[in-house]
């Protein structure tokens, strides 16, 4: 069974950066593809970031010039740097990861961590 925890979250003000991080236990060799979703109170779960295993990187447009994802290649730590924090960036965040390929539909990944908060305040 996969295993994703999150690290990372925490209050910053707008303007602020902050790193999070995913661990990954087990199984890191049947893993193509791993992301960070998002979810504010009220709204649907949306996709932030994904990396896929050669390395092709996806950002949704609300992240691209902002947030940066990255793995580490040894232990499979998914990061995520996101800089330029603003209010409407608050939501909890999680990290996810699928088996065959990588793709933006929220359903269709299987392994999912507990979530990190982080919240934006102006």
């Known amino acids: 069974q996969v295993a994703l925890v999150e690290s990372g979250g925490g209050s910053v003000q707008t303007g602020g950066s902050l790193r999070l991080s995913c661990e990954v236990s087990a199984y890191t060799y049947r893993l193509a593809c791993m992301g960070w979703f998002r979810q504010a109170p009220g709204k649907e779960r949306e996709i932030v970031a994904y990396?896929?295993?050669?390395?092709?990187?996806y950002a949704a447009d609300s992240a691209k010039d902002r947030f940066t994802i990255s793995q580490d290649s040894v232990t499979k730590t998914l990061y995520l740097q996101m800089n330029s924090l603003k209010p409407e960036d608050t939501a909890m965040y999680y990290c996810?990861?699928?088996?065959?390929?990588?793709?933006?539909?929220?359903?269709?990944?299987?392994?999912w961590g507990q979530g990190t908060q982080v919240t934006v305040s102006s």
């Open positions: 990396i896929g295993i050669g390395g092709s990187i």
């Open positions: 996810a990861a699928r088996e065959r390929d990588c793709g933006v539909v929220t359903a269709r990944w299987a392994y």
